[in-house]
């Protein structure tokens, strides 16, 4: 099956630092990605699709300056969060989906700790 | 909102025993999705069931979907302890996009 790997797995770092993760597809080429939040115990809030070479459409009440995304290829998209808080702690997953995009393939995740 | 419910929100079962998973949406869609996700991990996609099917089977796993309910169910037959983990429904709506809406999903705890 498809293969989305995700970078780095957890990262813990001070506040007022940004964070950049990476989300990248290994064995296809992704024309869509999304970008997901995840509280424990709780499911998965969409913040932001992005589709290779234009502007991530963000979902409502998600800060694009806050989040900054980027999806310069077909097999890489990354999640800058910027001056980063400890609300802004949780467990991001990427997904990517091929040109069909039925199904989607999803990263292992990076937990976020800030301090 | 497209957001799906899954009901129950914990399950609790002895090894063997079946378990269902039940998932609800609020507008017509194109596809619903069955997603299990283990502690701390992304999420594994199992089952792909379109409008226009009724039931799919893969392995241990059977999905349903009745469109005029509006809801689908997951049976995990024969269960093991490593079945143990969350499982997630997401539902994308008909009309051309597919980007899905999940809903909060169903711990399920599988004892040996």
């Known amino acids: 099956g498809a293969v989305v790997s995700q970078h780095p797995s957890w990262v813990i770092c001070k506040s007022g630092t940004s964070v950049k993760i990476e989300c990248r597809s290994l064995?296809?080429?992704?024309?869509?990605m999304f970008w997901y939040r995840q509280f424990p115990k709780q499911s998965l809030m969409l913040m932001a699709t992005?589709?290779?070479?234009?502007?991530?459409?963000?979902e409502q009440g998600v800060e694009k300056d806050k989040f900054l995304i980027n999806h310069a290829s077909l097999t890489l998209s990354t999640l800058t969060v910027t001056s980063a808080h400890p609300e802004d702690s949780s467990f991001y997953i990427c997904?990517?989906?091929?040109?069909?995009?039925?199904?989607?393939?999803f990263g292992p995740g990076t937990r976020l700790l800030v301090l | 909102s497209q957001q799906g419910e899954e009901d129950p929100q914990a399950l609790s079962i002895q090894e063997g025993e079946n378990a269902t998973m039940n998932c609800s949406y609020k507008?017509?869609?194109?596809?619903l999705q069955w997603y299990r996700q283990n502690s701390g991990r992304g999420l594994v996609h199992l089952i792909l069931?379109?409008?226009?099917?009724r039931e799919k089977h893969s392995g241990r796993l059977r999905v349903t979907l009745d469109t005029s309910k509006k809801s689908s169910s997951l049976l995990i037959t024969a269960s093991r302890a490593a079945d143990t983990a969350s499982y997630f429904c997401?539902?994308?709506?008909?009309?051309?996009?597919?980007?899905?809406?999940f809903g909060r999903g169903t711990s399920l705890i599988v004892h040996p």
């Open positions: 992005s589709n290779e070479g234009s502007k991530a459409t963000y």
């Open positions: 997904s990517a989906s091929s040109t069909s995009g039925e199904t989607q393939y």
């Open positions: 507008t017509s869609i194109n596809n």
């Open positions: 069931i379109r409008s226009n099917e």
């Open positions: 064995d296809f080429q992704a024309t869509t």
């Open positions: 997401a539902s994308s709506p008909s009309g051309g996009s597919y980007i899905p809406t």
